[in-house]
């Protein structure tokens, strides 16, 4: 699953999965199937760094809609 390239066809979760093994990775456990297991876990309980990597991506699109009609 780590290792592997996966054809997924919704960027959502293709987003998702990536934020979550890059937190995954991140982690201080011994291998990296407990690692992710742990960092699924706590994405299951709104907890832990993919969580708070995508509540601060939506924060910050909240905070910029307002720009969004101006063409720089």
Same mark, same amino acid.
Not at 7 to 25: F, G, H, K, N
Not at 30 to 44: G, I, P, Q, T, Y
């Given at each position: =699953?780590?290792? +592997?390239? =996966?054809?997924? #066809? &919704? *960027?959502?979760?293709? =987003?998702? %999965? @990536? !934020?979550?093994?890059?937190?995954? @990775?991140? #982690?201080?456990?011994? *291998?990296m199937a407990l690692r992710l297991?742990? $960092? =699924? *876990? &706590?994405?299951a309980d709104n907890k832990g760094?993919?969580?708070?990597? @995508? $509540? &601060?991506?939506? #924060? %910050?699109?909240?905070?910029?809609? +307002?720009? +969004?009609?101006? #063409? !720089?």
């Amino acid at each position: =699953l780590v290792g +592997a390239e =996966l054809c997924i #066809r &919704d *960027s959502r979760t293709a =987003l998702a %999965m @990536r !934020w979550i093994v890059e937190a995954a @990775r991140k #982690r201080g456990d011994k *291998s990296m199937a407990l690692r992710l297991a742990n $960092e =699924l *876990s &706590d994405a299951a309980d709104n907890k832990g760094t993919a969580v708070k990597k @995508r $509540e &601060d991506v939506h #924060r %910050m699109a909240e905070a910029n809609k +307002a720009f +969004a009609h101006y #063409r !720089w």
